[in-house]
C-alpha cells in the first residue's frame, strides 16, 4: 500500500472516531450564525444581503478550530516520525495529511453550507456557487492552514500564533470566494472570482506542502 | 593571477559572512549612517513642509504625504529584504542573513504603523473619515499582521534561538509570495466593489518642486533604516554569539 | 553541551551511548536517526556521504524514540500495521498478530493503544522490530518500562539482531548487563565552560 493511502487511511479513521474533527465545526457555525438575526433584526432583505459574505466568514473561523490539529496530535505522541524518518518524499505525507483534514473538516463545510444558507436567506440562485467556491476554497483553508499547524505543532499555546500567521493566507481566498456568491446573488456572473481561486488552488497544491515539510524539519531540529 | 582573484573574492564573502567582521565593518559606518539620516529628514521636512508649494485641491493637508509616502515605501523596502535575508538564513544558514533579517522586522512594522497611522490622518480631511478600506490601506495593514505574524513566530521559540531565527525565515518567505496574492487581490476585490473612495495617491501632476522632497524624505529614511537596523543587528550577534571568543574579546576591550 | 564524539560501526557490533542526565544522549540519538542536522561534523554510511541525502540511511534504519509513536484512538493491529505502512512496507494482519505474541501483547490485537500501560506501549513500539527487515536499529532507551521479563525478552532479540549482522545504537542508563553486551561505548563528557 502506497505511504500516501496509507497515512490518509490511518488518518480517516482516527478522524471518524474522535468525531470532534468532523462536528466542532458545524456546531460553531449554528451557534454563531443565530447571532446574526439576534442582533441585525430577522429581516430577510438585510439577511439575504449579508448572507454570502457571513456563510465565507463562518467556514473561515469554522476551519480555523480544527486546523492546529493537521500536525499537532502527530508531534505530540511521535508519530510524525514514521513519515519523516522515511525515503517518500516529506511534501507527499504532507500533502496525504491535507487531504484528510480536508476530507474530515473542510469537506462537511462544504455539504452543510446550504442549512447555513436557508438560515440566512440566501436567494436560491446561489446555492450551487455556493457550495462550489466552497469546495475550491475549503481545501485552500486546509492547505494554508497545514503551514501554521507544522510551525505551531511543537509549542504548548500555538493557537493564537497560528491564526496570527494563517489569517494573511485566507485572505484573498475570502476576497474571491464571498465575491463568487455576492455576484452571482447579484445576478452577475461568478466565473472570474471563481476561476481566481482556482488558480489559488493550484497554487496552493504545488507550494504550500514544500514549505510545511519545511516547517516540520526545522520543528523537530 | 586568475588564482589570486578567485582567492580574493572567496575571502571577501567570508569576511563579510562572519559575525565578528560585520559587527567590525558596520561599526565604521553608524555615525555616517545617523548623520546622513538626521540631515536629510531635517532638510526633506523644511522642504517639504515649509519650501513646497501648497497643492491647490487639498490646500496644506496634502504635505503629510511626505511623511506618509516615504514610510510606505519603506515598509515594502524592509519586507523585501528580509525576505531576501529569510532565503540566504535558511538555504545557507549565514548568521548575518539571520541576524538582519530580525533586525529589519520591528522598523518595518513601524514604518507600516507610520503609514497606516498618517494615511488616516491624511483622509480625514479628504474624505471626513478616519478610516477607508481603499486597496493600499488594506494592503498596508494585511501587510502589519505580516510583520507581527514573523514578530511573533521568533518569539514563540524563545528556548531555541536557532529554530526561532529559521522559522521567522521560513514565515517571511512565504509572507513575500503572500504580499504578491494580497497586493492583487486586494486591488482586485477593491476595483469591483467600486467604492465611493477616491485612491490616496491618485493621479495628480506632481511638480519638481513637490518630488525633490519626497525624494530626500525616501534617502533619509533609507539611512535611518540602515542605521537602526545594523545597530539591532550588531546586538543580535553579541547576543547570539555571546560564547564565542570574538565577542569575549570585545567585551574585554570595552572594559579597558 | 558535550565533548566532540566520533565512532565507527561495522555490521555486527554494536554502539551504547552512555552519560549524565540533560547531557544530550537523545539529541546524538535523534541526529543519528537523522531527526536533526549536526551541527558540526559529518555523517556516512556506506561510503555515502549523508549530509545531502539521506534516503538510504532512512530504508536502512529503525528509529525508536522516547515518544512512541503510537495512535492512542487506534488498536494494536492498526498502530503497527499502519506505522510501517507508511513507512513503505507492507504488513499483513497475520503477521502484525504473530509479532504482537511475540513481545507479549496476545489478546490485546483489538485494544486501543491509548488504554495500555507504559510497558505494553513500548512492547507495541519494539514489535515493530520484528516485521521490518531493518540493518540498522536506533533504540532510545529501550529497557526503560520493561519488566525483568521483557527486558530479558529484548536483550535475546538485541543480540539475535547483532548475531544476523544487524547494527545496534542505543543510549542508557548505567547498566552492567547492557555494558557487556555492546561492542563500544561512547560516555558523553559534559564541557567545562
Known amino acids: ?221 | ?256 | 553541551m558535550f565533548k566532540p564524539v566520533s565512532f565507527d560501526l561495522a555490521f555486527g557490533q554494536s554502539l551504547l551511548i552512555s552519560g549524565p542526565n540533560g547531557i544530550g544522549k537523545t539529541t546524538v540519538l535523534e541526529s543519528i536517526a537523522g531527526l536533526r542536522d549536526l551541527q558540526s561534523g559529518g555523517f556516512s554510511f556506506k561510503d555515502s556521504n549523508l549530509d545531502k541525502n539521506k534516503d538510504i540511511w532512512f530504508e536502512s534504519s529503525l528509529y525508536i524514540g522516547h515518544k512512541t509513536g503510537n495512535k492512542k484512538e487506534l488498536n494494536c493491529l492498526e498502530n503497527l500495521r499502519s506505522f510501517l505502512q507508511i513507512q513503505g512496507i507492507d504488513v499483513s494482519e497475520t503477521q502484525a498478530e504473530v509479532a504482537l505474541e511475540q513481545v507479549g501483547l496476545a489478546g490485546f490485537e483489538y485494544q486501543m493503544a491509548g488504554s495500555l500501560s507504559a510497558g505494553q506501549k513500548k512492547r507495541l513500539a519494539l514489535a515493530r522490530l520484528l516485521l521490518a527487515s531493518f540493518p540498522i536499529w536506533i533504540l532510545d532507551e529501550p529497557f526503560v518500562n520493561l519488566d525483568i521479563a521483557g527486558c530479558a525478552w529484548l536483550l535475546a532479540v538485541l543480540e539475535n539482531h547483532l548475531n544476523n549482522k544487524g547494527i545496534l545504537i542505543i543510549t542508557a542508563h548505567d547498566n552492567k548487563t547492557i555494558k557487556k553486551a555492546v561492542t563500544q561505548e561512547i560516555i558523553l563528557e559534559p564541557v567545562e565552560i
Not at chain 1, 497560528?162 to 494573511?168: D, E, F, N
Open chain 1, 1 to 221: 500500500m502506497k505511504p500516501f493511502l496509507a497515512l490518509v487511511k490511518r488518518d480517516l479513521t482516527l478522524g471518524l472516531r474522535r468525531k470532534s474533527q468532523i462536528y466542532q465545526p458545524l456546531v460553531f457555525q449554528l451557534l454563531v450564525v443565530t447571532m446574526f438575526p439576534l442582533g441585525l433584526g430577522s429581516g430577510a432583505r438585510t439577511l439575504a444581503l449579508i448572507a454570502p459574505a457571513v456563510i465565507w466568514i463562518l467556514a473561515l473561523l469554522a476551519s480555523l478550530l480544527t486546523l492546529d490539529q493537521i500536525f499537532k496530535n502527530d508531534y505530540d505522541d511521535g508519530s510524525v516520525e514514521s513519515y519523516v524518518l522515511t525515503s517518500y518524499p516529506l511534501p507527499l505525507s504532507v500533502l496525504a495529511k491535507i487531504l484528510s483534514h480536508w476530507l474530515l473538516s473542510g469537506l462537511p463545510l462544504v455539504l452543510f453550507s446550504p442549512i447555513i444558507g436557508v438560515l440566512l436567506h440566501l436567494p436560491s440562485s446561489s446555492y450551487g456557487v455556493l457550495m462550489l467556491s466552497l469546495l475550491i476554497g475549503t481545501p485552500i483553508f486546509s492547505f494554508m492552514g497545514s503551514i501554521g499547524s507544522a510551525l505551531t505543532m511543537s509549542l504548548k499555546h500555538g493557537g493564537l500564533l497560528l491564526t496570527i500567521l494563517v489569517m494573511p493566507l485566507l485572505t484573498p481566498v475570502l476576497i474571491f470566494g464571498a465575491s463568487a456568491v455576492v455576484e452571482i446573488s447579484l445576478g452577475n456572473s461568478a466565473s472570474q472570482p471563481l476561476l481566481l481561486l482556482s488558480g489559488l488552488l493550484i497554487l496552493s497544491i504545488t507550494l504550500i506542502p514544500f514549505a510545511a515539510a519545511a516547517a516540520i524539519k526545522i520543528n523537530l531540529e
Open chain 2, 1 to 256: 593571477m586568475h588564482k589570486q582573484r578567485t582567492n580574493a573574492l572567496v575571502r571577501f564573502y567570508h569576511k563579510l559572512g562572519s559575525p565578528p567582521s560585520f559587527y567590525r565593518i558596520s561599526g565604521y559606518f553608524l555615525k555616517w549612517l545617523l548623520l546622513l539620516a538626521i540631515g536629510l529628514t531635517t532638510w526633506g521636512l523644511y522642504d517639504g513642509l515649509v519650501l513646497a508649494p501648497a497643492d491647490y485641491q487639498q490646500g496644506d493637508s496634502f504635505r503629510i504625504i511626505y511623511v506618509h509616502v516615504p514610510a510606505a515605501w519603506m515598509s515594502m523596502f524592509i519586507y523585501a529584504v528580509m525576505g531576501v535575508c529569510g532565503v540566504i538564513a535558511l538555504i545557507w544558514r549565514m548568521k548575518i542573513a539571520e541576524a538582519v533579517m530580525l533586525a529589519s522586522a520591528p522598523i518595518g512594522a513601524w514604518f507600516t504603523v507610520i503609514a497606516l497611522v498618517t494615511g488616516s490622518l491624511w483622509g480625514k480631511p479628504m474624505w471626513g473619515t478616519w478610516w477607508e478600506w481603499d486597496a493600499r490601506m488594506t494592503s498596508e495593514l494585511i501587510l502589519l499582521f505580516l510583520y507581527i505574524g514573523i514578530m511573533a513566530t521568533y518569539s514563540a521559540f524563545s528556548e531555541d534561538t536557532r529554530k526561532a531565527a529559521r522559522m521567522a525565515a521560513l514565515i517571511a518567505i512565504v509572507g513575500v509570495f503572500n504580499v504578491v496574492i494580497i497586493h492583487y487581490s486586494v486591488q482586485w476585490w477593491s476595483s469591483i466593489h467600486q467604492g465611493s473612495t477616491v485612491s490616496l495617491t491618485g493621479k495628480q501632476n506632481i511638480t519638481w518642486d513637490m518630488l525633490r522632497p519626497l525624494l530626500f524624505m525616501a534617502f533619509a529614511t533609507k539611512f535611518y533604516y540602515g542605521y537602526s537596523m545594523l545597530k539591532r543587528a550588531r546586538i543580535y550577534l553579541l547576543e547570539t554569539e555571546s560564547n564565542k571568543r570574538w565577542v569575549q574579546d570585545i567585551i574585554m576591550e570595552k572594559k579597558s
